[in-house]
């Protein structure tokens, strides 16, 4: 989209105006005049090759400022990324699920760390909370750790501000 200004126009005959209401062709040099008496500006919306020209009236300062402020609320959403891991898992196993969440938080979401323990492994609890201070130390992102109490052992890391 662009602004048309007088001496764009010289190169249009007849533009095809509309907006509210409004699907006419109309000369151009009319279709300005009209944007002025409003006290807006006269946008291309379509090809300048096209014919005849599309165009609107519109305040273009508004409509850069909504596209801009649609695009940063677009922009990303923090969310709740769940990491489950065994008491037995292998150095490389582990490593891979670390980088997974190094990934998440360099993105700005939580992860949600969880150590499931089967059968006699519930004999010894001690062996998931170890497990995610193991994990918590070699992630290499900056980040804010809350151990949730419980039976199953959870951590939530956040991305440090």
């Not at 898992?89 to 992860?111: A, E, Y």
């Not at 010894?124 to 750790?145: F, G, M």
Request: glycine residues 4%; aromatic residues 2%; proline residues 5%.
């Amino acid at each position: 989209m662009k602004v048309l200004e007088r001496a764009d126009l010289r190169s249009m005959r007849d533009v095809r105006l509309v907006g509210e209401g409004l699907n006419d062709i109309v000369p151009a040099m009319d279709a300005w005049r009209k944007a002025e008496d409003e006290g807006l500006d006269l946008v291309l919306v379509s090809d300048p090759d096209a014919t005849p020209p599309v165009v609107r009236i519109q305040d273009f300062k508004k409509l850069q400022y909504e596209k801009k402020k649609k695009q940063r609320q677009n922009k990303h959403k923090v969310e709740l990324k769940e990491i489950q891991l065994k008491a037995n898992i292998s150095d490389h196993d582990l490593q891979t699920k670390v980088n997974n969440i190094d990934r998440f938080l360099q993105r700005g979401d939580k992860v949600k760390v969880i150590v499931r323990l089967k059968g006699r492994e519930r004999d010894n609890p001690q062996r998931a909370h170890d497990l995610i201070a193991k994990v918590t130390e070699t992630v290499t992102v900056s980040c804010k750790v809350n151990k949730l109490p419980g039976p199953i052992a959870t951590a939530i890391l956040e991305p440090a501000k």
